[in-house]
């Protein structure tokens, strides 16, 4: 898995959702979804099942509420798709 | 004491038209939005017509965000926030965003079923052991004040917002319930209005009963006969329609059009006694509704100029003739100008009241009756007690002042207002 590709792919992602454009642009491996992006907290479930659907992969409950910012996605997603 | 209640912002999405000029428009020049419906055919449907609003995606866009949009599947919803949103424009209020909720203002908007496709969606889904992908959207589609709280949202409304159900008698019923919280202080501006969702899952019950027509799935716009001798049932329709409620002083001072006022009006239930069931409405209480209506507005029965009644196409129109006839004391040629917007449109359901008062205060507006279709055959029934030139055919230009709207409902639920041109 390439970082910065996956970075890119994530923030593919979460644009429909994020209501800041400035911390969006800005967007680091430390950038928080609720606090930074101001996704809306309903909103995180829809991210969560569009990277499941972008990476064939299933998070479950334990991991979905670590799922705070672009750091945690990342190991997420790599450790569902080293399992696969 | 008391404030006085006036009208002065429209919005409607109607099968034969989208939004005030068109719809105006369709209704003077009884234009049919009752086509064929080859998901009906598909799925063996007795009926195989219906009206329903033509929104594209486009159009949508102008009221909801693409992320609102995404996975989104409620017509109702859909066609509420779209009329609702035109109302309050034409109003000539704000849509942009403020901090501050609108404390004054609040919305009462029904509906009898919210996102029933969404509805579908979502059980198969979760009898597919998929619960976890509903997404987060399916609770605030299905919620039966789904409409009600996406008006809320998207016009910063902070007085009552709330849904209210009462089967066919719901449009008219809201506009009872806007009118009393303004006429009482409650609230100086209120949004009501009435949205039915389109399609298969909510017009399967009523195919079922054998109440919708069956004889016209070939000749759609033939197809909603109200007081027609040959009226076989009604064609199932959805749609949805807004009327913006003031207190005149605050509508006054902020020098908004008026298009008219409420004067009053009745909502009751026949108890499902007498001749009254689930589906039949008691004729004791029909009649009841609409003298206590005008008493209400503090009016005569004799200054009633025009009727817009609820006359859906079934043999019960002609019961309906004699209960106004009853109640107002007026028969022949003394009986109010009376029309069904039903025979362009179809039945609305839960959406019908509030786009045919739509339809009644725009003819009071503007001085005109327009035409009743496929009545060429009129009921005899009803020519016993009504003269037939109190059914006009032709669009009529004539100077309107006084309009009772009357709506019945399953449950034997009645809901009757009375406006008057400003």
């Known amino acids: ?84 | 004491m008391n404030k006085r209640v006036v009208i002065t912002g429209l919005g409607v999405v109607a099968p034969n038209g989208v939004g005030l000029t068109e719809f105006t428009h369709a209704i003077k020049n009884g234009i049919s939005g009752i086509k064929h419906d080859p998901e009906l055919e598909r799925l063996q449907f007795s009926c195989q017509i219906a009206g329903k609003p033509e929104i594209s995606n486009e159009m949508a866009l102008r009221y909801f965000s693409e992320l609102e949009l995404r996975n989104f599947n409620s017509s109702g919803i859909l066609y509420g926030v779209i009329a609702g949103m035109d109302a309050w424009k034409d109003a000539g209020l704000a849509l942009e965003k403020r901090d501050e909720p609108d404390w004054d203002s609040g919305t009462i908007f029904g509906t009898g079923t919210s996102g029933i496709d969404k509805f579908r969606e979502s059980i198969y889904k979760i009898d597919a052991f998929e619960t976890r992908k509903l997404g987060s959207t399916a609770v605030a589609q299905t919620m039966n004040s789904g409409v009600s709280a996406f008006l809320g949202g998207k016009l910063g409304l902070g007085n009552q917002v709330t849904t209210n159900s009462s089967a066919c008698t719901t449009g008219t019923e809201s506009i009872l319930m806007a009118y009393e919280r303004i006429k009482s202080g409650q609230a100086k501006r209120m949004l009501a209005g009435s949205t039915s969702d389109s399609g298969p899952y909510i017009w399967g019950g009523f195919d079922a009963m054998k109440v919708c027509s069956f004889k016209h799935n070939t000749t759609p716009e033939s197809g909603s006969r109200p007081m027609s001798s040959t009226a076989s049932g009604f064609v199932p329709g959805s749609g949805a329609g807004a009327l913006v409620l003031e207190d005149l002083e605050t509508a006054l001072a902020r020098g908004a059009q008026i298009y008219a006022e409420v004067l009053g009006g009745n909502v009751n239930s026949g108890g499902q006694r007498g001749l009254g069931t689930m589906t039949a409405p008691n004729p004791v209480a029909v009649q009841n509704c609409i003298a206590n209506a005008v008493a209400n507005a503090a009016i005569q029965a004799s200054e009633i100029d025009i009727i817009n009644g609820h006359l859906t196409a079934t043999s019960k129109d002609s019961l309906e003739i004699e209960n106004w006839s009853k109640a107002l004391d007026r028969s022949g040629v003394d009986f109010p100008y009376i029309n069904s917007l039903k025979s362009m449109v179809g039945h609305c359901l839960s959406g019908a009241g509030s786009i045919e008062s739509v339809a009644t205060i725009l003819q009071l507006h503007h001085g005109f009756i327009f035409p009743n279709s496929n009545c060429e055959d009129l009921n005899p029934d009803i020519t016993a007690i009504i003269d037939k030139s109190r059914i006009p055919q032709q669009l009529l230009y004539r100077k309107i002042k006084v309009a009772a709207k009357a709506s019945f409902g399953f449950g034997d639920v009645n809901g009757c207002v009375i406006f008057k041109k400003f």
Do not use: C, G, H, R
């Open chain 1, 1 to 84: 898995m390439n970082k910065e590709e996956t970075i890119q792919e994530l923030k593919a992602i979460v644009k429909p959702y994020i209501q800041n454009e400035e911390a969006f642009e800005n967007l680091t491996e430390d950038t928080d979804f609720i606090n930074d992006l101001k996704i809306n907290s309903a909103n995180l479930v829809d991210v969560i099942l569009d990277i499941e659907e972008k990476y064939d992969i299933v998070i479950d409950n334990e991991a979905m509420e670590k799922m705070s910012n672009v750091k945690a996605a990342l190991t997420i997603i790599e450790t569902q798709l080293a399992s696969k």
